[in-house]
């Protein structure tokens, strides 16, 4: 019986050096298309990557920003107990993915992400004073999220460049804040269950 494999077709070339260094390459096996083999490097995350991309037919995300979205989805969103802001955010992320995944980190600068703004923003009609349209207030999320998941791929080493508006202000959608009302009983209910920091 075969062996069963949790990647098919994908084959180790091992070699001693002089000093006796060994040096392990990856390959993708052709023999079945009488095909010389198709070398993957010696990086096995990478050359997992490649082999991923020949037998499964994915685009490569080493790289690019859509690794950063797959590992923040699989190790980040669930860590969120509300289930409303975790489907909240698998929204946003679905949005912002779409546009930026394909992407390589040195392709997302400030320009981009004020482009991205301006497309999700609604324009209003001369003399409307309405609040912001939904699809503009939402394009301000996603580019926190975006912002967020950035930061997570610096600690993990998936980049080293900071994220492309650090430090810029005013450079969101406009939006109006949203006026509350805070009623003597709220106060209390929030004052009595609130540690020091938040009564203070």
């Not at 993957?40 to 050359?47: F, H, Q, R």
């Not at 979205?69 to 190790?75: C, G, I, N, Q, T």
């Not at 930026?100 to 997302?108: A, D, L, P, Q």
């Amino acid at each position: 019986m075969p062996k069963v494999t949790k990647y098919p077709r994908l084959r180790t070339h091992v070699r001693k050096g002089g000093a006796g260094q060994v040096y392990t390459y990856w390959f993708y096996d052709m023999r079945p298309d009488g095909k010389a083999d198709i070398p993957l490097g010696t990086d096995y995350a990478v050359a997992i990557e490649k082999w991923r991309e020949l037998h499964e037919h994915k685009p490569r995300v080493v790289g690019r920003l859509q690794e950063a979205f797959d590992r923040w989805r699989e190790r980040e969103l669930p860590e969120y107990a509300d289930p409303e802001t975790r489907r909240n955010y698998g929204r946003q992320l679905v949005r912002i993915e779409a546009v930026f995944g394909g992407m390589i980190w040195e392709e997302v600068t400030l320009p981009i992400l004020v482009e991205y703004l301006a497309r999700r923003m609604v324009k209003k009609r001369n003399g409307d004073t309405s609040p912001p349209k939904r699809a503009t207030v939402q394009g301000n999320r996603e580019m926190s999220l975006l912002s967020v998941v950035w930061g997570k791929a610096r600690l993990w080493g998936l980049t080293k460049l900071h994220w492309p508006a650090e430090g810029v202000k005013n450079w969101k959608n406009p939006e109006n804040p949203r006026l509350f009302e805070v009623t003597d009983t709220l106060f209390n209910a929030v004052y009595a269950e609130g540690d020091q920091v938040l009564r203070d």
